[in-house]
């Protein structure tokens, strides 16, 4: 007689159920995505409608401001010519990822960033200088625009100071040229504009102690003194404009920027008014070769206290073959022994790369609070 062998039956699976986050209350979703970092919201909003809906919605805003979550998000304009500039958004993995739902922006525009909004001023759409104002609202990614300016203007100097914007400089017509006109934040309209001497060819610009610092060609500065409605002019050399150039931030009211010369000892160097005098930022090593290199095309800005700084791996003078990089050196700073300042190099990361014949120029990079 054969036995026969009892077979044993195996449990039948089960298919595992997978639970879809959409199936979650709108409630509970908006929760989560208002504790994932701001910069990575693009993306998300690509999920599905209703995760763009969700961001796209002031009751996101509400929820984050409840939550008391507020951070320092860096965008930059980045342009391929003959294309005009557009805006790019330093997300949370380190990479510039482009914000297709905001347009071009004008090149040669003065910009000045208040709370989690970016105003553009002026600029130029390739055949004439624009007069315009566009507000760039970086929680939701749109645009508004504001009263015009009563002169147009290209590569302008722009500052904020006591809830008005201070534009100068930049007009192409000799007469207009050294009008400084204000925006009243408040009542959001452009008061009289007043006449001052004011420099010409406008390489970048800063606001120290409630002054509007100005640097033009052959290291000539400006100071616009907004409470008297003046300016004092420096022409050839002085200490703030004989190293100060256009890849530059202010933190605490103290001036930092790029010296590849190391004319101080460092090539990270900061310019204290109180002492009216440049001093070497110590500490800092393990900076990218292309920073020294090009250093002059780079952008710096302040994050949360913080230098970061957007430079290429080629000039933008000249256009090779091969990959295109822009490296992000993020800074740390420290003040020591109460004058001394210290930085401390946190990140060097490729965060964009392309194949394009056209090297990437970086227009500028601004932090604002979302």
């Not at 970086?138 to 590569?155: D, E, F, G, N």
């Not at 007043?194 to 606001?207: E, F």
């Not at 050196?329 to 990140?347: F, M, Q, S």
Request: proline share 6%; glycine share 8%.
């Amino acid at each position: 007689m054969i036995k026969k062998k009892l077979q044993t039956k195996k449990p039948q699976e089960q298919p595992e159920e997978v639970t879809s986050l959409e199936s979650l209350p709108d409630v509970l979703i908006e929760h989560i995505i208002a504790r994932v970092p701001r910069s990575n919201h693009p993306e998300i909003s690509l999920v599905s409608k209703l995760f763009r809906r969700i961001i796209a919605s002031p009751e996101l805003r509400l929820t984050r401001s409840k939550l008391a979550i507020t951070e320092h998000v860096l965008y930059a304009l980045l342009a391929f010519p003959p294309h005009p500039p557009s805006w790019y958004i330093l997300n949370a993995s380190l990479r510039l990822r482009r914000v297709n739902t905001l347009p071009p922006m004008p090149s040669g525009s003065a910009v000045v960033t208040i709370g989690h909004e970016i105003y553009v001023i002026g600029g130029s759409n390739g055949s004439e200088y624009l007069a315009s104002v566009t507000v760039v609202d970086c929680r939701t990614h749109t645009c508004r625009s504001l009263p015009s300016m009563r002169i147009a203007r290209y590569r302008a100097a722009a500052g904020v100071i006591d809830g008005k914007i201070y534009v100068m400089g930049g007009c192409v017509n000799r007469s207009g040229r050294f009008r400084v006109e204000t925006f009243d934040l408040e009542r959001q309209i452009w008061l009289g504009s007043q006449i001052n001497s004011l420099l010409r060819d406008i390489v970048t610009y800063d606001v120290m102690k409630e002054k509007i610092y100005v640097l033009g060609r052959h290291q000539c500065l400006g100071v616009y003194y907004p409470k008297e409605g003046t300016v004092q002019s420096y022409l050839g050399r002085c200490n703030l404009g004989g190293l100060w150039q256009a890849s530059s931030c202010v933190v605490d009211d103290m001036l930092y920027t790029i010296d590849p010369g190391c004319s101080v000892w460092t090539p990270i160097i900061v310019f204290d008014p109180e002492v009216n005098a440049w001093k070497p930022v110590k500490g800092v090593c393990g900076l990218p070769p292309c920073l020294y290199w090009y250093a002059y095309e780079s952008k710096m800005a302040n994050v949360g206290g913080k230098l970061v700084i957007l430079v290429g791996n080629q000039s933008q003078l000249c256009n090779y073959y091969g990959e295109k990089y822009i490296w992000c050196v993020e800074i740390a700073l420290e003040r020591r022994h109460g004058y001394e300042i210290w930085g401390k190099v946190e990140t060097v990361e490729v965060v964009f790369e392309t194949t394009e014949s056209t090297t990437p120029i970086i227009e500028l990079c601004r932090s604002v609070i979302i």
